[in-house]
């Protein structure tokens, strides 16, 4: 299976502040990468499918960028609703999907 | 609007399964597949396998393979994931979620079932 690997696994962070949350493969997945954005006791949201596309109502503070095997989620300006946990995840190999590990993002 | 209703809370007992139901409303059943999730208390996601609403077809995390089934009834838009051979490391949130074709991304959840496994 591809390895996804997040960094930081935590962040700290001010309402306000950019955020940048990194996700790197083991191997190449080109673009098929997707973010979600996870709070306590909820199910995932997706916010980024295709690295780079905004799902539909997602707001445009969340960006995402990169291809081949590192990828970087960005929030510009970080809102009280945004500290979560976020994942990333692969979907260049159906027969093995898989996640990152996971960033929590909290309240500095 | 998208809808996955999953059942209720389950405790089952080492070495016995369990099977998960998600009824879908909101779209056309049949032109998408579900892919169950799970997340163990305090851990990351997991991706357990996929099937095609549409004709059946199915595709297991290999880790899985052997202890589970997924199935659907395209007549009430349900899909249904059984866990068989129940350990205590399965404890875990079992999410069900649609996604277009098989290798791509979940663009709705089901709200979670939590299956305990203990004796």
């Known amino acids: 299976d591809i390895q996804m690997t997040q960094s930081p696994s935590t962040l700290s962070a001010s309402v306000g502040d950019r955020v940048t949350i990194t996700c790197r493969a083991s191997q190449s997945i080109s673009s098929w990468l997707a973010w979600y954005q996870q709070k306590p006791g909820k199910a995932p949201k997706l916010l980024i499918y295709d690295a780079s596309s905004l799902e539909s109502g997602v707001p445009s503070r969340f960006s995402g960028s990169g291809s081949g095997t590192e990828f970087t989620l960005t929030i510009s300006s970080l809102q009280p609703d945004d500290f979560a946990t976020y994942y990333c995840q692969q979907y260049n190999s159906y027969s093995g999907l898989t996640f990152g590990g996971g960033t929590k993002v909290e309240i500095k | 609007q998208v809808q996955l209703v999953q059942s209720g809370a389950e405790v089952k007992k080492p070495g016995a399964s369990v099977k998960v139901s998600c009824k879908a409303s909101g779209y056309t059943f049949t032109s998408y597949g579900i892919s169950w999730v799970r997340q163990a208390p305090g851990q990351g996601l997991e991706w357990m396998g996929w099937?095609?609403?549409?004709?059946?077809?199915?595709n297991y995390a290999q880790k899985l393979q052997g202890r589970v089934t997924m199935t659907t009834d395209t007549s009430t838009s349900t899909a249904y994931m059984e866990l068989r051979s129940l350990r205590s490391d399965d404890t875990a949130v079992y999410y069900c979620?649609?996604?277009?074709?098989?290798?791509?991304?979940?663009?709705?959840w089901g709200q979670g079932t939590l299956v305990t496994v203990s004796s």
């Open positions: 099937i095609s609403a549409y004709n059946g077809n199915t």
């Open positions: 979620a649609r996604v277009e074709i098989l290798g791509a991304y979940f663009d709705y």
